[in-house]
């Protein structure tokens, strides 16, 4: 079944995920996350982490009226029924002293198992755990977050002559991930480490974010699905009610100037009672 679309246009999904949005960078496209759900419902909204920035505001701060605004959209989502889970990630660690707690409606937890609607149990995580730079090499992190400050920088200069010109927004710092080797393997390594994460704990799948390299794809066996982010591609998945997963690429549905929506993305559809009788 596919989603709902209600008379004004606006999708309901069964869930929707999101992370990485970065509040209080000013890489964040916090313009284009509250298009984006201004025009998305869900029964569950789970927000994978990093969804403020406290680095960069420990930095310097800055929040204009749009990030506000992100905030405000979700907690009139929040007070309007819809349930928001929302997972610390390394940049907005400061939330992990508050597991179990409730912000304005919204739940704070260390990480969760989600049901599909067919079923299927996947472990949502931010992903940094994974990370050995994270973890094992603070000073690395920070430096290598201020060096990614640039690059976005420069990337955001660049696709404001792409989009005078009529181009399509375009990622340097995504296509850069998918062509330097010691990117690629990390990459690789992650998702495979987030994979054998979700075995162990008996699960279908695993969602998480960190790494702003948006996939539904397999590893293992096992469902991968990585959210993206909000500060190059601008990417969501969404859980339809027939359990089937969608990767909602928010740049390319608006394109250069804002166009009417249409539906994009690609769904995976897995066979969790073959892997549950393989494991019998």
Sequence with gaps: MAEATE???????RTLFISDVHLGSKAAQAELLVDFLRRHDAETMYLVGDIIDGWRLRRSWH??????????KILRKARKGCRVVYIPGNHDEFLRDFPGEHFGGIEVKMNATHVTADGRRFLIMHGDEFDVVVRNARVLAYLGDWA?????ILNSLFNTVRRRLGFPYWSFSAWAKLKVKNAVNFIGAFE???AEEAHRQDCD???CGHIHHALIGERAGIVYINTGDWVESCTAVAERHDGAFE???WTEVMGPIAMPLKAVGASLETNHRARAAEAA
Excluded: C
């Design 63 to 72: 929040f204009p009226q749009p990030h506000n605004d992100v905030v405000q």
């Design 205 to 207: 799948g695993v969602i």
């Design 7 to 13: 008379p004004t246009g606006i999708r309901h999904f």
């Design 148 to 152: 990614y400050d640039a690059a976005i």
């Design 192 to 194: 495979e480490a987030l």
């Design 247 to 249: 990767l909602i690429r």
